[in-house]
């Protein structure tokens, strides 16, 4: 197990419950850094919720070549892979522990709508529009593609990957005030969400906290462990 805990401030503190959202392809959220997190998770509040963005990852498959439908097969089989080789470590946190899968908010009555409330946003609202594009701008830096070469096609998904997270998490954090705890920089775009700065969407976001946690390797607990940074919250696609 790794060592795992905030960076900074503990504006989680008034809460009860954490949401752990997990990416696919992440070392942060794999083997001993996810036993560390969940860890600490467990020590410091009352439930969580493990946020598994397994089928939101299909538009990187899809950016990757693959068909839609082929994208959410595999990034479903991908979820299914992760759940079982972390099935112990979720059964062992000493809190109320649940899951909740991607095509949970796709199904979702308010998904739909809450999509077109952000897109909208993305198209009438510039400060919220340049937030996206830089996340996603970051994300591609990290995956060493050139910011000019990126297909209108590929853009367009990776815009919508993050308006699908935004109305999906509207949703999920809407129900449950949490703190989203996550080993990773938080987004532009969600900054603005959480802050109230995004006008006539769902207001969920206002519900909820961003902790960064940083990962520590094994006896170094000032030398943090070089996993790089990732997409979801998930992050951007």
């Known amino acids: 197990m790794l060592k795992v805990l905030p960076k900074s401030a503990a504006n989680w503190k008034p809460y009860k419950t954490a949401v752990v959202g997990v990416s696919l392809n992440s070392r942060n959220h794999v083997g001993p850094a996810f036993a560390g997190l969940m860890d600490w998770v467990g020590k410091n509040f009352e439930s969580c919720i493990i946020d598994l963005s ?54 979702h009555p308010d998904f739909q709508g809450n999509f077109e409330s952000f897109k909208n946003a993305s198209l009438t609202q510039p400060d919220f529009r340049d937030a996206l594009i830089e996340d996603i701008h970051h994300f591609n830096l990290r995956r060493n593609i050139t910011p000019g070469a990126v297909p209108e096609s590929q853009f367009q998904n990776s815009m919508d990957y993050l308006l699908e997270e935004l109305a999906a998490h509207a949703i999920l954090y809407t129900q449950t005030p949490c703190a989203v705890v996550y080993p990773g920089k938080d987004h532009e775009s969600f900054k603005l969400a959480r802050d109230g700065k995004i006008r006539n969407v769902p207001a969920g976001h206002l519900n909820s906290c961003f902790t960064r946690m940083i990962v520590y390797s094994f006896g170094q607990e000032n030398i943090p462990v070089p996993l790089p940074q990732t997409a979801n919250q998930n992050r951007a696609a």
Do not use: C, F, M
């Open 54 to 107: 397994d089928t939101l990852h299909r538009y990187n498959l899809v950016n990757d070549g693959h068909s839609a439908e082929e994208a959410h097969r595999l990034a479903r089989l991908h979820g299914d892979s992760w759940l079982r080789d972390h099935d112990l470590i979720i059964g062992s946190v000493p809190i109320p522990t649940s899951v909740i899968r991607w095509d949970y908010w796709l199904s």
